[in-house]
């Protein structure tokens, strides 16, 4: 009976587990679709913003004059922020992300930049990069994940973008894990500084629009340049935290599988046994008559 006993417990206990992993599956779920709904509206708004930007670094008649376009001769110091998640049972979410933290400061080393910063997103890359010697860290920026905005982003966009016209840095990059589609986020390494028109490339100068400009081209560059700046930024940390959710939400769905699996081969052992316990109860009570 005792062995009984030790297999009801557990059968409640991998119970009790099930209904932990069901329910952050279904947090997971919704904090992905609010996220998500964030993340898609500020593509479409970034996409249409690159276009404007596009036009106007494809028109002959301007000379793109903003600093933050001007590749730096000398490779010194180069910057870069790394998103993580705040919390773990994400599967290999953050597992991945440090490996291509990692990845991204040899490949930096390789070009020749002697010193690099870090600025870790999340509290698991805080962590992730804590004891670290290959690299500085700058900690003023970890709390972004936990609640994202606009706003939260903006002065860290200000401070990579002084630090780069002050020659303090003279690359700024990103490494996050991309949302992809809910089965697969995959480690990205984007070039924030100097600034790349990425629009401009993918479409080709024959595909961007004509527009009417008031006021002029250069005038408009000097303010849209650090504008599409701080949406990449922010684009970034949105689409970090949607791969997260959408990590977890596997992650915890797989939980709740494996645990509904061991609850079935935990139940069909226990009414064996406790079948063979009447058997040999019976076969006592018919010998002892």
Do not use: W
């Not at 903003?66 to 870069?80: D, F, M, N, V």
């Not at 599988?257 to 009447?278: G, P």
């Amino acid at each position: 009976m005792a062995a009984l006993k030790e297999l009801k417990a557990r059968i409640a206990s991998v119970q009790s587990t099930l209904k932990i992993t069901s329910a952050m599956k279904m947090v997971a779920s919704a904090k992905l679709h609010r996220v998500q709904s964030s993340m898609e509206a500020l593509a479409d708004y970034e996409h249409r913003f690159s276009e404007i930007v596009a036009a106007l670094c494809s028109d002959p008649d301007v000379i793109t004059a903003s600093p933050l376009t001007t590749e730096h001769k000398e490779k010194r110091h180069a910057t870069i922020v790394a998103f993580s998640s705040d919390n773990s049972l994400c599967g290999a979410f953050n597992a991945n992300v440090i490996k291509e933290l990692h990845k991204a400061v040899k490949a930096l080393k390789g070009e020749g930049f002697r010193e690099i910063t870090v600025f870790p997103v999340g509290e698991k890359m805080v962590q992730g990069t804590a004891k670290e010697k290959t690299f500085s860290i700058c900690r003023d920026f970890g709390g972004l994940v936990g609640k994202p905005s606009f706003e939260g982003t903006a002065p860290l966009a200000e401070l990579l973008m002084k630090d780069y016209l002050d020659g303090n840095t003279d690359r700024v990059c990103t490494v996050y894990n991309h949302f992809h589609s809910m089965g697969r986020q995959v480690p990205m390494q984007e070039q924030v500084l100097p600034f790349k028109d990425e629009s401009l490339e993918n479409q080709g100068r024959e595909a961007v629009r004509d527009y009417i400009l008031e006021p002029d081209s250069d005038a408009l560059l000097e303010v849209m340049i650090p504008s599409e700046v701080r949406i990449r930024l922010y684009r970034t940390l949105l689409d970090s935290i949607t791969a997260e959710n959408a990590a977890r939400m596997i992650a915890m769905q797989t939980a709740t599988d494996n645990a509904q699996e061991l609850i079935d081969e935990l139940s069909l052992e226990y009414n064996k046994r406790r079948q063979q316990a009447i058997t040999d109860e019976l076969a006592d009570i018919t010998q002892s008559n």
